[in-house]
């Protein structure tokens, strides 16, 4: 046992998760809106399923490859500058 300091995470830890989540809340209903709204696109425009899938699709793999190049950015620029640019 080392006699070193008992806190183990760091003070903005809190602050950190709860960023995250909200960012995963926004996208989770940004796709809900997508995915109810469908079916008024296949009236109204006259998709197919195929096509509202290749919509659906394209939409997640943008997510995907921004995921991964933003990962890349805060990486490169750090994270305590993204945050204290974000809020």
Same mark, same amino acid.
């Given at each position: 046992m080392s006699s @070193? %300091?008992?806190q183990t995470t760091a003070? %903005? #830890? +809190?602050? /950190?998760? /709860? #960023?995250g989540f909200? *960012?995963? /809340? #926004? *996208?989770g209903v940004g796709y809900s809106v997508r995915g109810g709204i469908l079916g008024q696109? *296949? %009236? +109204?425009?006259g998709f197919t399923m195929t096509e509202l899938g290749t919509i659906t699709g394209g939409g /997640?793999? @943008?997510?995907?490859?921004?995921i991964i190049l933003s990962s890349l950015i805060a990486d490169k620029v750090?994270? @305590?500058k993204l945050m204290i640019t974000a809020f």
């Open positions: @070193g %300091n008992p003070p %903005n #830890a +809190q602050r /950190l998760l /709860l #960023a909200m *960012a995963i /809340l #926004a *996208a696109w *296949a %009236n +109204q425009f /997640l793999t @943008g997510f995907g490859i921004v750090g994270y @305590g």
